[in-house]
């Protein structure tokens, strides 16, 4: 983590806004752009009562008054003469549902969400949409996960093993033990964006960032499904604004070029590092397979299990466009994998919520192996190709959304994904002026991460423009020799200078090696990916057998998220928080008190 802690995002000032949002992008971190506040939802909550042997004893929904409880809901589902229950001076303990008792072998326990509530469910405020489980059990669920909040100076709030049932994800876990009364969010089209907890309030150079057992995420908390044993972290982070961009061209100097057997070396040692580190996604999967390296068969196999256990829906339009990607690096056929087409949610999906990186890949993941599209589909190459240069700025950047000004990053991915059109009447006047957008930025030392850097390098190889030239340089160097000054000592890329490695700069720094060696050999961009003549089929391998199967806890999101394109929903796809106190009796053993954390 403390390395992760380190990083700074690049604006400060409502002017520079759009850099922290692109940053936010490029990380997934906000995997989404801007839209209005949406609405209040409703004031209905679902109640469920599970009596032994997990039997549904009740399930409706109720509608509460403002500042009422679950346990509120709990009464008004199954009616006052069904609930007994005990006062002590930390409030109500439920001693019996529907003529079932607790004893000293069994209990009534509170679920919010899925996940093991700290508190009773007379403290527990109701939220509009929540899902709230009552289970009689003799002892907790199977699965468990850690949370960890660090705020201020680095300050952390740990709690071990949060049980929980069914599929909730890293928002509710939050929501659920720090408590919603101490988060306040805006909501937008796209989610939830944290602005206090407990009075840590996000100001103008501060926000939450979401990771998973130390390392950011590509998606955001509420995008993200609990998975045992994982360590789910919300930190609180400061970035500082970057040089004004300029507005005229820099003269500099000629850029220093990278020796080809430095450039050799650093391949070899980052592709090791890739392969021996244990860390592998789409993004190094694509590395592997343009380099010419084995992808391990697990890796299909791992996406084959989340694609079936999703049914093949989700929230978000990227998920489907860098599975896309990942499964057809891998051998897989995305349009038939696990019994699922993954590519047609992009020709006919949302691919505007997650601003213009979301129609950047989709143009990317349908021309990586040329799949066919149809004339009658919502997002047509031709209608991709025109959104993206209709929404091109004046200096020749691209920004997150419509409105946010230009950014490096944004800008070099839609250079990416318009690379196979650059002979074309209308792009290719957008391409050259994109590319001298680039070039006044870096000459003015306006970008100064290895990220930015790395996804300009995927753009220039794809557009066929050599990275270890004049063409853009930066601190005297050419833009590959920049990237190179990144790498850290056993092949990690630092996402700035004076840093150590971490995982997503990583990610993006071996893409860009890649690329320029595709370029350099003459084989075209890093995302042609043809389909495999015999794609590979990938052995879903089945749970464990005699395991309890746990009740899934509603998904209050199911009716929205119908095409599974919804978005992240905190800042920087991330959430917001601090700690809150554990609501015990003192007294009573310690028996009692373990008892009493689960107890409703």
């Known amino acids: 983590m403390k390395k992760q802690l380190g990083r700074v995002v690049e604006m400060v000032s409502n002017r520079n806004l759009k850099f922290l949002m692109a940053f936010m992008l490029v990380f997934a971190l906000f995997a989404g752009g801007f839209g209005q506040k949406a609405a209040a939802a409703s004031s209905t909550v679902t109640v469920k ?37 005990e006062e002590f001076d930390f409030g109500k303990m439920i ?9 000293d072998k069994i209990y009534w326990a509170f679920y919010a969400n899925g996940v093991s509530a700290m508190t009773g469910a ?61 988060l306040k969010f805006d909501q937008y089209d796209f989610g939830k964006m944290v602005t206090s907890i407990n009075g840590l309030a996000s100001t103008e150079n501060t926000y939450w960032s979401f990771y998973v057992n130390d390392e950011p995420q590509m998606i955001g908390a509420e995008d993200y499904t609990l998975e045992p044993g994982k360590t789910v972290s919300f930190v609180y982070e400061t970035f500082t604004p970057p040089a004004e961009e300029p507005e005229t061209e820099q003269p500099g100097l000629e850029a220093e070029k990278y020796p080809k057997d430095s450039f050799q070396k650093n391949l070899h040692e980052v592709l090791e590092n890739i392969q021996t580190s244990g860390q592998l996604g789409e993004w190094e999967a694509i590395a592997l397979k343009q380099a010419g390296k084995p992808i391990p068969a697990s890796y299909l196999e791992e996406v084959a299990k989340r694609v079936t256990e999703r049914n093949g829906q989700f929230r978000s339009i990227t ?30 999906g949302d691919v505007l919520k997650q601003g213009l990186n979301g129609v950047a890949y989709a143009l990317i993941a349908l021309d990586s192996a040329n799949f066919k599209v149809p004339a009658n589909a919502k997002w047509t190459r031709e209608k991709l190709v025109d ?27 839609v250079l990416t994904a318009l690379a196979p059109y650059k002979e074309d009447g209308a792009p290719k006047p957008a391409i050259e002026k994109g590319i001298e957008y680039l070039k006044n930025l870096f000459a003015s030392s306006a970008v100064d991460s290895s990220t ?53 700069s990583t990610q993006q720094g071996v893409q860009a090696l890649v ?16 389909l495999a003549d015999v794609p590979v089929d990938p052995v879903i391998k089945p749970a464990p057998s005699g395991q309890p199967v746990q009740p899934a806890a509603p998904d209050k999101q199911a009716s929205t998220e119908k095409e599974g394109h919804r978005l992240p929903d905190t800042a920087t796809d991330s959430y917001t928080w601090l700690a809150l106190g554990f609501i015990l009796a003192t007294g009573g053993g310690t028996v009692y008190l373990l008892r009493r954390k689960q107890q409703a």
């Open 49 to 85: 009562v599970l009596g032994e042997q997990d039997e549904v004893l009740t399930e409706k929904q109720v509608a509460l008054a403002d500042n009422k409880t679950a346990f509120d809901a709990l009464v008004k589902s199954v009616g006052e003469e069904n609930v007994k229950i």
């Open 95 to 103: 001693k019996e549902i529907q003529g079932l008792a607790g004893t």
């Open 122 to 182: 007379d403290s527990y405020k109701a939220q509009p949409g929540d899902t709230y489980l009552f289970r009689y059990q003799s002892e907790a669920p199977k699965d468990k996960v850690n949370l960890k909040i660090v705020g201020k100076a680095g300050k952390s709030q740990d709690y071990k093993d949060v049980y929980y049932l069914g599929e909730p994800n890293a928002f509710q876990l939050l929501q659920t033990v720090v408590g919603p009364e101490n």
């Open 319 to 348: 998920d489907y466009e860098r599975y896309t990607l990942g499964i057809l690096a891998a051998g897989g056929n995305p349009e038939n994998f696990a019994g699922y087409n993954l590519v047609e949610p992009i020709y006919n």
């Open 387 to 413: 959104y993206l240069l209709e929404n091109q700025n004046s200096n020749g950047g691209w920004g997150l959304n419509q409105g946010a000004g230009s950014d490096p990053d944004t800008t070099a991915m």
């Open 452 to 504: 930015a850097t790395a996804q300009a390098v995927i753009a220039m190889s794809a557009l066929g423009l050599d990275a270890n030239s004049n063409i853009i340089a930066a601190d005297g160097k050419t833009l590959l020799g920049f990237l190179a000054s990144f790498i850290q000592p056993g092949g990690g890329f630092a996402w700035k200078a004076g840093q150590e490695a971490d995982a997503l």
């Open 515 to 530: 690329a320029y060696h595709l370029y350099k050999n003459g084989k075209g961009s890093l995302y042609s990916l043809n």
